[in-house]
């Protein structure tokens, strides 16, 4: 069974920085794609950022610039480092895994259990 643990979320001023963890364990042979989605109370959740295992990314234009992505496929972990902080980024944040190859074969959507980013004075 795969599961996935976030970790790194808090309470940060405007302006200020946080690191986002994602871990993925489990029979893991190979994990395609990992991402970050954000959800606000109430609203679907939509893409961040996500990077292949080879390393391309795609982000959101919302944060462009200001968030990073990268993963350690050795140990099965993304992160996200999000500078430049905006009120705006506040929401729950949630690690997702596709393309997920294990014992039992290949399987999709994978989540976290999401951590809670708060950007406010």
């Known amino acids: 069974q795969v599961q996935l643990v976030e970790s790194g979320g808090g309470l940060v001023q405007p302006g200020g920085s946080l690191r986002l963890s994602c871990a993925a364990s489990?029979?893991?042979?190979?994990?395609?794609?990992m991402g970050w989605y954000q959800q606000a109370p109430g609203k679907q959740r939509e893409l961040v950022a996500r990077i292949t295992s080879g390393g391309s990314t795609n982000y959101a234009d919302s944060v462009k610039g200001r968030f990073t992505i990268s993963r350690d496929n050795a140990k099965n972990t993304v992160y996200l480092q999000m500078n430049s902080l905006k009120p705006e980024d506040t929401d729950s944040y949630y690690c997702?895994?596709?393309?997920?190859?294990?014992?039992?074969?290949?399987?999709?959507?994978?989540w976290g259990q999401g951590t809670q980013v708060t950007v406010s004075t």
């Open positions: 489990g029979s893991i042979f190979r994990i395609n794609a």
């Open positions: 997702k895994a596709d393309g997920v190859l294990t014992s039992s074969g290949w399987s999709n959507g994978h």
